[in-house]
């Protein structure tokens, strides 16, 4: 069996048992901030554990996308030791909500292992948790695995929880012994990992662990179970590593063929000795180019900084094998083929990953050779240990993530100052960007139920007030509390489109509403008491909940514009955009977009005439609700935004020309948004561009100020408005003649002077050589000076050094009859010189220059620089 021949049986299986086939969630988790990454099938069903939703079934399966790679579950360090360990990798689960328990769980697990699978049960083995004598009598007495092939284990093995918090509970796991050819052996404590391997867990979730560390019973039992794809389908490939499989194999290969080394046999490309550099690459990209197509950023915290390392620890293992620039981003689209058929996510976002992924690339492969010299430096330097500041400096300077460099160390018997690093570390990121701040999940113990039954419709769609109750509430201080409603027409927060905000009258009591999220017990009101006298008898009256209609105008009128901004973008700049995220405010829009360069200023006119234009058509803006997700896409064209969750049935936004699925609100017209002012367009992570504007209100606004602005500069400039312009390039003209005159000037001193240079000149093997230490107010000085002893010498080679805004500024020219007649090259030797200043340089063969960061140095790279000329001619 292939792994999608695995995958569709294991499906299969489950749905003939009445289990509802469940589709995969996005590997970047969907409203919960205790997740880097959705590390398990059971994460779309965390509310469900707790009993904070309910859904139309009992039994569920899915095959589930899972990256594990920050947090409790972290095998990043692992990939490549053991040829089991991913950090991306395919969850096969079946679940009961309360419904089917321990005995059906574990009967179906195996029957599916031999049945299915066809795995011989001599070779199968199984853990219990100790305290579990129900599954040990199920194993034992019911299924009748030998007593020898079961274990006990306590709680660091055989219990389950997602994180820190949260649903948990004990489980029995199935193992598969991989080396059945060295017969027998005794299955204890300590059992050797390397031929004992788990396939899948069955964990009996009944317990929620709290913040402080306590269990409660959850309201229902239920079953999770998980099984790895890729470790099943390495035992049916008859083999001990999971790289090894079809899974992995068109990674290696492409990578090989990259090199120009294609792959002619597999058992020897599994034996050579840079195997688990390509087992490492093949893991980290399908790892990066999922996260990506499911919505993630590479960026310095979080979630970002962890794929930005995983990248960079690929990038360093493919420089290993012999690539000199780029080549990841190649890689990614055979995982975008080899996949797309499964996860159609892919095929929608691959090639806005690709380019990411080779954006990202370029960055680090300019900094990654001068790294690796800085590390071969500090290692040098270093006796058992590298410093924590040359740590730092690496990963701050120039992207080198601690774990790489440990790597690095490791490979030379080196360690590395971890608390040394880490706490300077934590400075710069508090210099830089200040404190981290995540919002709690809100919880369910410390809610007050003020009436039983659902709650949370939303009506808001269609109205803006309405007559409620309050269902549930909780006090957060004297004055502010969160409310839950029975119905509420404000909208929370989602899809880029902030809360409502409006006010609640209960009786005598009136609360302003200044926020609305989505949480798992419900849509939360932030509400501040602002008159009345505050019981729980109180809330129990009639409610009137009243959405701040003017804002939600404004919010409306923005969000059917970044509808129309979308549509022009992939118009008229490139049909390979897409959304990588919003906000829609009531002040603003912002619209970030997949793009590898900034707009020309005539696309960006051209994209803000074009939306104008749509508005100025009065179109129609179509609604509609409950559409099944397949038809909406591919009969109706609809697209879909990356990371965004959606269920079976979705809700359509149909303008001529665009048509998307969002649950937004918008106008029934566009000529409702008045006008539409692009305000800014710039960059926010590699491949990723943003555009602020503001529409209606707004819009008008901004002419006002622009108008404004106008006539003030008019007024400096002592010009009538409708001469501004005439005025203006009158004033550049003038300009430019002054900084031509400059220009001469500033050469002809440099002339003088350089004739004072040339009497400290020496001459090595014909050339004439100059390296001179001089002061310059800028970089086009001390160009002046290159220019000026470059007239004077026919063969000649000069390095001038100076201190330019408390950085080192090095140029070197060689004389066009020098690099001729020698062919030395000026950016050869200012490189040689370039590390006394913490630089690099680069340029012609006949002009270079360098900058760097320790201008102190710069005596010594002139006083160095004529016998790294000697070495040269040499």
Request: aromatic residues 8%.
């Amino acid at each position: 069996m292939n792994s999608d021949q695995i995958r569709q049986a294991y499906l299969d299986y489950f749905k003939k048992r009445e289990h509802e086939v469940i589709e995969s969630s996005p590997v970047v988790p969907q409203g919960d901030p205790t997740l880097l990454f959705t590390n398990a099938g059971m994460n779309q069903f965390k509310d469900l554990l707790l009993g904070n939703e309910v859904r139309d079934y009992k039994r569920a399966a899915s095959v589930q996308k899972c990256i594990r790679a920050g947090g409790k579950h972290n095998d990043l360090d692992e990939v490549g030791k053991d040829g089991r360990h991913l950090t991306f990798f395919e969850m096969l689960g079946n679940w009961s909500f309360g419904d089917y328990y321990k005995k059906a769980s574990i009967e179906w697990a195996w029957d599916f292992c031999l049945n299915v699978l066809e795995l011989d049960p001599a070779r199968l083995y199984v853990t219990v948790h100790n305290d579990d004598d129900e599954s040990l009598a199920i194993w034992r007495d019911e299924i009748k695995v030998d007593p020898t092939h079961i274990l006990k284990l306590g709680d660091k093995d055989n219990f389950w929880a997602m994180g820190p918090t949260g649903p948990c509970g004990p489980c029995t796991e199935i193992h598969i012994d991989l080396q059945p050819e060295k017969g027998p052996f005794e299955f204890l404590d300590g059992y050797d990992p390397d031929r004992i391997v788990e396939i899948w867990n069955l964990v009996f979730m009944e317990s929620n662990r709290l913040e402080d560390e306590s269990l409660e019973p959850l309201p229902m039992k239920s079953v999770d179970t998980g099984m790895g794809l890729d470790r099943v389908a390495m035992v049916k490939a008859n083999t001990n590593n999971v790289f090894h499989t079809d899974l992995f194999k068109p990674l290696m290969a492409k990578a090989a063929e990259l090199l120009g080394t294609p792959v002619i046999d597999w058992q020897e490309f599994f034996v050579s000795e840079k195997f688990t550099n390509f087992s490492v690459i093949a893991d980290h990209i399908r790892t990066v180019t999922f996260a990506l197509c499911d919505g993630a950023k590479f960026s310095n915290d979080g979630r970002g900084y962890v794929l930005r390392r995983i990248l960079r620890r690929a990038v360093r293992y493919g420089r290993e094998l012999g690539f000199e620039g780029p080549f990841l981003h190649q890689i990614a689209a055979v995982v975008v083929e080899n996949y797309g058929h499964v996860y159609p996510e892919l095929k929608t976002g691959g090639s806005r990953a690709s380019e990411m992924i080779r954006l990202e690339e370029e960055r680090f492969f300019r900094n990654i050779d001068r790294g690796i010299e800085l590390f071969e430096q500090a290692a040098a330097e270093s006796k058992d240990v590298i410093s924590g500041a040359r740590v730092f400096e690496l990963h701050a300077t120039y992207g080198f993530p601690p774990d790489l460099t440990e790597i690095m160390a490791e490979e030379k018997g080196l360690g590395i100052d971890k608390t040394e690093y880490e706490a300077l570390w934590v400075q710069h990121q508090n210099a830089s960007r200040g404190k981290d701040l995540y919002a709690d999940a809100a919880g369910v113990g410390d809610w007050i139920t003020v009436h039983e039954g659902p709650s949370s419709t939303f009506v808001g769609y269609t109205d803006l007030e309405a007559k409620t109750r309050v269902m549930k509430f909780r006090r957060i201080d004297e004055e502010r509390f969160e409310l839950v409603l029975e119905k509420t027409p404000f909208y929370a927060e989602s899809g880029g489109q902030v809360g409502d905000k409006g006010e609640i009258q209960v009786g005598n009591l009136h609360f302003s509403v200044s926020d609305t999220q989505k949480a798992p017990i419900g849509i939360l009101h932030s509400a501040t008491l602002e008159d009345g006298v505050f019981t729980v008898d109180s809330l129990k009256g009639e409610v009137l909940a009243k959405v701040n209609a003017h804002e939600r105008s404004l919010i409306m009128a923005n969000h059917t514009a970044t509808h129309l901004l979308h549509a022009a973008l992939r118009g008229l700049v490139s049909d390979a955009i897409f959304q990588a995220g919003s906000m829609v405010a009531p002040e603003k829009l912002r619209f970030d977009f997949s793009h590898p360069e900034p707009l020309t200023a005539s696309q960006v006119k051209a994209v803000e005439d074009a939306v104008n234009a749509e508005i100025a058509k009065a179109l129609p803006v179509t609604i509609f609700e409950n559409v099944d997700r397949e038809r909406a896409i591919s009969e109706m064209g609809a697209m879909a935004i990356f990371g965004e969750k959606y269920g079976d049935n979705v809700r359509v936004v149909s303008i001529p020309g665009s048509v998307e699925l969002c649950g937004g609100t918008h106008v029934s017209n566009t000529s409702e948004i008045r006008l539409f002012r692009l305000a800014s367009e710039s960059g926010v992570a590699a491949g990723i561009r943003r555009i602020e504007a503001v529409t209606s209100q707004g819009a008008l606004l901004a002419v006002a100020d622009d108008r404004n602005k106008i006539k003030s500069v008019a007024n400096v400039l002592k010009a009538d408005v409708h001469n501004l312009v005439e005025r203006a390039q009158n004033l550049v003209a003038e300009k430019s003649e002054l900084e031509k005159l400059v220009e001469k000037l500033q050469q002809k001193l440099a002339s003088q002077e350089s004739a004072d240079l040339l009497k400290d000149a020496v001459e090595i093997d014909g050339i004439t050589v100059i390296s001179k230490a001089i002061q310059v107010e800028n970089r086009d000085q001390l160009l002046a000076f290159a220019d000026a002893l470059r007239s004077k010498l026919k063969l000649g080679i000069v390095l001038l050094g100076t201190e330019l805004e408390g950085k080192a500024a090095l140029i070197c020219l060689v004389t066009d009859e020098a690099f001729k007649s020698k062919k030395v090259k000026a950016g050869d030797l200012i490189n040689a010189v370039a590390p006394f200043v913490d630089g690099r340089g680069g340029g012609r063969p006949t002009l270079a220059q360098a900058g760097g960061s320790k201008p102190e140095g710069i005596p010594t790279a002139i006083a160095e620089f004529e016998s790294k000329v000697r070495e040269l001619l040499s």
